[in-house]
């Protein structure tokens, strides 16, 4: 069987629907700092063999394939952009294009298995906060499944995903306040109705969920990537993204990890703050890029430790770099990504010079430029 194992103290617990946390490690938990205790998944030894007969990521998950919804999420393209090889000198230089899942970010990788879990273990509602994408994307999976969604979102969250989340039936409570604020809000909302939380970092499957996406760039490009560069907020999506190629290494089809590049924004860098001092201090985020602005980022801890074990790197970007990467990524390769996606592109930038020009890299495209149009048109009235 599957387990969770706590990432701080290592001990292991059955997978419960309402165990979300080391009840030992999370006794440590203050507020206003990241959490304590947060699990991880562990596959078992009949997965990983399963894995490598059939390559299917979905093996690799702790929910069995029929209570996944109808809708099909991940299996996105991984391509090359000859455009943008030319533009940045690297001729292996792939994106992975995770805004055509369909609610349209990386998020989708989650709700899904948040949502085959809950059906799995018949429960009916799930409720999260989030600054858009996670609450659409849930809203949207649950749809094609049935559930009742309950999302807690901050005032300033961009309309569209607002629309969205509306659109698809979802019970939307617009907090006055931050997304610190609208996460508090949740969990006792959850709590009180014994619903399932999908509040990032928070629920573990939230991580799980989203290694596939690493699953799949390895099976994709037949071997593991050289650099990797991936947007981080709560650093949920890199810890994933960790988890998948460790699952890779775990199931011995690859004896190495990539170097992985954490982006985020100059205006919320809590994690680079933790992966450099050792120790989180709270400061009011301000940036453009709203899917990886965090005052608190949940998984900090964690994302921080990854980064220090495979000797990644924490990089920052500016709103500037950002929207320029934004309208440099639309007009290179045709994706139009939000900012908080164009980060990838944007980290990558401001530190090839530091790469070697042969080896390969692949940029995490996290979610669709749709979503956030007021900051597209700002991108294009400074650098279009
Ligand atoms: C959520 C999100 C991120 C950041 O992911 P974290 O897990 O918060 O680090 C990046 N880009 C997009 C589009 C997102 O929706």
């Given at each position: 069987?599957?387990?969770y194992?706590?990432?701080?103290?290592?001990k292991?617990?059955?997978?419960?629907?309402?165990?979300?946390?080391?009840p030992?490690?999370?006794?440590?938990?203050k507020?206003?700092e990241?959490?304590?205790?947060?699990l991880?998944?562990?596959?078992?030894?009949?997965q990983?063999e399963?894995?490598?007969?059939?390559?299917?990521?979905?093996?690799?998950?702790?929910?069995?394939?029929?209570?996944?919804?109808?809708?099909?999420v991940?299996?996105?393209p991984?391509?090359?952009?000859?455009?943008?090889?030319?533009y940045?000198?690297f001729?292996?230089?792939?994106?992975?294009?995770?805004?055509?899942n369909?609610?349209?970010?990386?998020?989708?990788?989650?709700?899904?298995?948040?949502?085959?879990?809950?059906?799995?273990?018949?429960?009916?509602?799930?409720?999260?906060?989030?600054?858009?994408?996670?609450?659409s994307?849930?809203?949207?999976?649950?749809?094609?499944?049935?559930?009742?969604?309950?999302?807690f979102?901050?005032?300033?969250?961009?309309?569209?995903?607002?629309?969205?989340?509306?659109?698809?039936?979802?019970?939307?409570?617009?907090?006055?306040?931050?997304?610190?604020?609208?996460?508090?809000?949740?969990?006792?909302?959850?709590?009180?109705?014994?619903?399932?939380?999908?509040?990032?970092?928070?629920?573990?499957?939230?991580?799980?969920?989203?290694?596939?996406?690493?699953?799949?760039?390895?099976?994709?490009?037949?071997?593991?990537?050289?650099?990797?560069?991936?947007p981080v907020?709560?650093?949920?999506?890199?810890?994933?993204?960790?988890?998948?190629?460790?699952?890779?290494?775990?199931?011995?089809?690859?004896?190495?990890?990539?170097?992985?590049?954490?982006?985020?924004?100059e205006?919320?860098?809590?994690?680079?703050?933790?992966?450099?001092?050792?120790?989180f201090?709270?400061?009011?985020?301000?940036?453009?890029?709203?899917?990886?602005?965090v005052?608190?980022?949940?998984?900090?801890?964690?994302?921080?430790?990854?980064?220090?074990?495979?000797?990644?790197?924490c990089?920052?970007v500016?709103?500037?770099?950002?929207?320029?990467?934004?309208?440099?990524?639309?007009?290179?390769?045709?994706?139009?990504?939000?900012?908080?996606?164009?980060?990838?592109?944007?980290?990558?930038?401001?530190?090839?010079?530091?790469?070697?020009?042969?080896?390969?890299?692949?940029?995490?495209?996290?979610?669709?430029?749709?979503?956030?149009?007021?900051?597209?048109?700002?991108?294009?009235?400074?650098?279009?």
């Open positions: 069987m599957p387990e194992i706590c990432s701080e103290c290592g292991r617990y059955p997978i419960e629907p309402f165990l979300y946390l080391c030992e490690c999370s006794k440590k938990q507020e206003n990241p959490l304590h205790g947060v991880l998944v562990s596959p078992d030894q009949e990983f399963r894995f490598r007969k059939v390559g299917d990521p979905l093996s690799l998950l702790p929910v069995e394939r029929e209570h996944f919804p109808d809708i099909p991940g299996n996105t991984l391509f090359h952009s000859k455009n943008l090889s030319e940045t000198g001729k292996n230089l792939y994106i992975k294009n995770d805004t055509l369909p609610t349209g970010s990386l998020k989708d990788r989650a709700s899904y298995l948040v949502s085959g879990f809950a059906r799995k273990m018949g429960i009916e509602e799930i409720v999260l906060a989030s600054t858009g994408n996670a609450a994307s849930m809203a949207g999976i649950g749809a094609s499944a049935g559930q009742k969604i309950t999302i979102v901050p005032e300033d969250a961009p309309e569209a995903k607002l629309v969205q989340c509306r659109q698809y039936g979802a019970d939307v409570k617009v907090v006055p306040g931050d997304y610190d604020r609208a996460y508090s809000l949740a969990l006792e909302y959850a709590d009180k109705q014994r619903a399932l939380s999908r509040n990032t970092a928070h629920n573990p499957l939230t991580i799980d969920g989203k290694k596939t996406v690493s699953i799949e760039i390895f099976l994709q490009m037949g071997r593991m990537p050289e650099n990797v560069f991936v907020g709560d650093g949920v999506i890199i810890a994933g993204v960790y988890r998948g190629f460790e699952d890779v290494v775990n199931a011995g089809l690859s004896s190495r990890m990539p170097k992985i590049f954490g982006v985020q924004a205006g919320s860098d809590g994690i680079c703050r933790i992966y450099e001092t050792g120790s201090e709270y400061r009011k985020p301000s940036t453009i890029a709203d899917s990886i602005s005052g608190i980022p949940r998984n900090g801890y964690l994302a921080a430790g990854f980064l220090k074990k495979y000797k990644g790197e990089i920052r500016s709103d500037d770099e950002i929207l320029k990467a934004q309208i440099i990524l639309s007009q290179k390769t045709g994706v139009f990504a939000e900012p908080s996606a164009a980060a990838s592109l944007a980290g990558f930038l401001k530190v090839k010079e530091r790469i070697s020009g042969n080896e390969s890299v692949v940029l995490l495209i996290t979610g669709s430029g749709l979503k956030d149009i007021k900051s597209a048109k700002r991108a294009l009235e400074r650098f279009g």
